[in-house]
């Protein structure tokens, strides 16, 4: 069974930095594209991030480039977040997800964590 | 504001069928890029719903279907269950942003 455990959330003040985690298991982690996807409270979703199966490979959205950095251990079965120079609009419940398709511009997201809350506020 | 435009909210009595559309650009479903769906239960994280435009997960009832044609795809959902109360959410890619969108999402109420 796909399992996939996000930690790291809580409260941070503008300009901080938080640094999430994914522990995933069930599937061959290392075989697969991972994402980070962002949900502001009661609204849609933002993709955020996403790294190649390898973690040769990253890409971010606009609103995020230049401040957060994507990798991973697949030594350890994990996907992380950096997250520097945080803005109040980066509030919002970040999901890691497990990416699938058979061509990059082609992924979707077969399942998904729980969610952690990032709340950037003084 | 999203790339990809959906109805804020749709509604239907139980057994009634209802659709939600996701509208998009050249570059991104009109551009031959793949549409896919999630359902997210209230206080509880997306689930893939259909992938590929029109590809259901096993495990999902096929009550649910999807369809794409031009810069437009929609999702159906016929024989409506007090269950599929949900927010419904498309997503696709975007080769002017080189990356992945989604739709804002679209309430689904069950009456």
């Known amino acids: 069974e796909v399992q996939l455990l996000e930690s790291g959330g809580g409260v941070v003040q503008p300009g901080g930095s938080l640094r999430l985690s994914c522990a995933a298991s069930?599937?061959?982690?290392?075989?697969?594209?991972m994402t980070w996807v962002r949900q502001t409270p009661g609204k849609g979703l933002e993709w955020v991030s996403s790294?190649?199966?390898?973690?040769?490979?990253?890409y971010y959205a606009d609103s995020v480039k230049g401040r957060f950095t994507i990798s991973r251990d697949n030594s350890k079965n994990t996907l992380y977040l950096q997250m520097n120079s945080l803005r109040a609009e980066d509030t919002a419940v970040y999901y890691c997800a497990k990416g699938k398709g058979m061509t990059t511009s082609g992924w979707f997201f077969d399942y998904w964590g729980q969610g952690t809350l990032v709340t950037v506020s003084s | 504001q999203s790339v990809l435009t959906q109805p804020p909210s749709v509604s239907g009595a139980p057994g009634q069928r209802v659709t939600i559309s996701c509208t998009g650009y050249s570059s991104n479903i009109g551009a031959g890029y793949d549409v896919h769906w999630y359902q997210q239960l209230p206080g509880t994280a997306p689930k893939l719903l259909i992938y590929?435009?029109?590809n259901r997960p096993s495990g999902v009832p096929d009550r649910f279907s999807g369809s794409k044609s031009g810069s437009s795809a929609s999702l159906a959902i016929t024989g409506l269950q007090a269950e599929d109360e949900a927010d419904y959410h498309c997503q696709s890619y975007d080769s002017s942003l080189s990356g992945w969108v989604f739709g804002a999402g679209t309430k689904l109420t069950v009456l």
């Open positions: 069930g599937f061959t982690f290392s075989t697969y594209a």
């Open positions: 590929d435009n029109s």
């Open positions: 790294i190649g199966g390898g973690g040769g490979v990253t």
